[in-house]
């Protein structure tokens, strides 16, 4: 993290779109996994509310 504060113009804008992408591609083993449908919906669920916890937690603490 200090890395990215040192190295980019805008660290917080910068980290917020690099973990929007990733968490996207964590979705991708969900839809082809070979499960039931509400399995995959729930694991894919999980992905996004550790997402909505973790992202906003660490993009505080960097510098606009």
Avoid: G, Q
Avoid at 27 to 56: E, F, S
């Amino acid at each position: 993290m200090d890395e990215l504060s040192r190295t980019a113009r805008r660290p917080r804008s910068t980290f917020i779109r690099s973990t929007a992408v990733l968490t996207v591609l964590s979705l991708v083993p969900d839809l082809v996994a070979d499960a039931a449908p509400a399995t995959k919906a729930l694991l894919m669920l999980t992905h996004l509310v550790a997402a909505a916890i973790v992202v906003p937690a660490v993009a505080r603490r960097l510098t606009a």
